[in-house]
């Protein structure tokens, strides 16, 4: 279901089953995105996925309200296994490979810079701030603001300002 204030871009893509996508009340996917649904898309409210995102892997991907992508994100929601003795790549038949499909939970209000890459089975916690170019492998605290391509906690969001700011956006 896409809400009717929602906005998709005419360029962006979105491909895959469409009954299992979600598109809260005033996002956004802007041109050039590419979005693949798997398992489960839900993108919550007063959303913003900018240009050259990718969304890829057939996994799930959950983002809550007032979250957001900068432009050239890659959130993969699964990968092929390249530690076995699997074959890789989707032109080869399925019993010859070993997908992993899994979870990325994006929490409200957190914001990744451009061209952060978040791999599967990742959550970023509420409020958390991801600047530019950083690879996401592990999970990552609520509040906090990570720079580094191993991103590192360098610093923390004042939680009850944006909260406050928020409650007054919602309440207008």
């Not at 970023?124 to 605290?141: C, T």
């Amino acid at each position: 279901m896409i809400h009717e204030s929602a906005t998709i871009y005419p360029w962006a893509k979105v491909t895959g089953d469409t009954s299992r996508f979600t598109l809260g009340a005033h996002s956004q996917i802007d041109d050039f995105v590419f979005l693949f649904i798997g398992q489960k898309c839900h993108i919550g409210r007063n959303v913003h996925i900018a240009s050259f995102c990718s969304i890829i892997g057939g996994g799930e991907l959950i983002m809550e309200d007032f979250s957001g992508l900068s432009a050239g994100c890659r959130i993969i929601t699964g990968s092929d296994d390249f530690t076995g003795p699997w074959m890789t790549n989707p032109t080869v038949d399925p019993e010859f490979t070993h997908v992993r499909r899994g979870r990325v939970h994006i929490g409200r209000h957190a914001v990744l810079g451009t061209n952060v890459v978040v791999f599967p089975d990742v959550v970023i916690g509420e409020g958390a701030a991801v600047g530019a170019g950083a690879v996401i492998r592990k999970d990552l605290e609520p509040w906090g603001i990570y720079a580094g391509q191993n991103p590192k906690r360098v610093g923390h969001r004042d939680k009850e300002a944006i909260l406050s700011k928020e409650s007054a956006y919602l309440n207008e």
